[in-house]
């Protein structure tokens, strides 16, 4: 059973171009949800997350665009550069429990 | 401060044998996760302690797979035996408290022959 889905599994922009990676969920009762970035040989690490009573949050290059009604949220990285070329994981939990179920991740690269 | 750490951060082992994989939390937090991060499936949630209590053992990786905290600050994976499918890497993560951002460690990329 997959709880959160993403779209993509992997997704080429090139760079300056704004990429979107688009992520799906199931479950209603999921109010907090984390994009993690991983590069190669690196753990994941939080790149920048949103909670349900927001349908939007910002930070720099990277916004989150949420949709309560229809389950579902995007990231949208701006001016993409090659340095953000890296796998992008979705991730929802709820409040009470403290896991998170991630998403199967969309690899990204962006060409100069 | 330093981070998750995780040793070893390669592992081979035959099958058959028994391997121990190691974290050691960021100083102060008080919950620790293990998952396992293949292609196909992605990123698994193996096991789940708080403040040094076992929250959740893994339902399907119980009976090969072992974890333990044995203090705040270090925790160990066991896998008995290894088999050829648990190649994959194993990664740590800590959190203040439930529900705040996880760090994550670099992983130990296991190989099982």
């Known amino acids: 059973q997959q709880q959160v889905r993403q779209s993509s599994q992997s997704l080429t922009v090139w760079e300056g171009e704004t990429a979107i990676l688009n992520c799906s969920y199931e479950?209603?009762?999921?109010?907090?949800f984390p994009w993690y970035q991983q590069f190669p040989g690196e753990g994941p690490a939080l790149l920048i997350a949103?909670?349900?009573?927001?349908d939007k949050k910002e930070d720099g290059r990277f916004t989150i665009f949420f949709n309560k009604r229809e389950k579902n949220l995007s990231l949208h990285i701006k001016d993409s550069q090659p340095g953000d070329s890296a796998t992008y994981f979705c991730a929802a939990s709820d409040t009470g429990n403290y896991k998170y179920v991630f998403g199967a991740g969309t690899r990204l690269k962006v060409i100069a | 401060d330093a981070g998750v750490t995780q040793t070893p951060r390669h592992e081979v082992a035959e099958k058959g044998q028994t391997i121990i994989l190691k974290c050691e939390p960021v100083?102060?937090?008080?919950?620790l996760f293990w998952y396992r991060q293949t292609k196909i499936q992605g990123l698994e949630l193996l096991s789940y302690?708080?403040?040094?209590?076992?929250?959740?053992d893994g339902g399907a990786f119980k009976d090969r797979f072992k974890a333990e905290m044995l203090n705040s600050s270090f925790s160990t994976l066991k896998i008995q035996p290894t088999e050829p499918k648990d190649s994959a890497v194993y990664l740590c993560?800590?959190?203040?408290?439930?529900?705040?951002?996880?760090?994550f460690g670099p992983g130990t990329r296991l190989t099982v022959l």
């Open positions: 479950n209603s009762a999921f109010d907090y």
């Open positions: 949103i909670r349900s009573v927001s």
């Open positions: 993560a800590s959190s203040l408290r439930g529900g705040a951002e996880q760090f």
């Open positions: 100083s102060g937090h008080n919950d």
């Open positions: 302690f708080r403040s040094k209590s076992l929250m959740e």
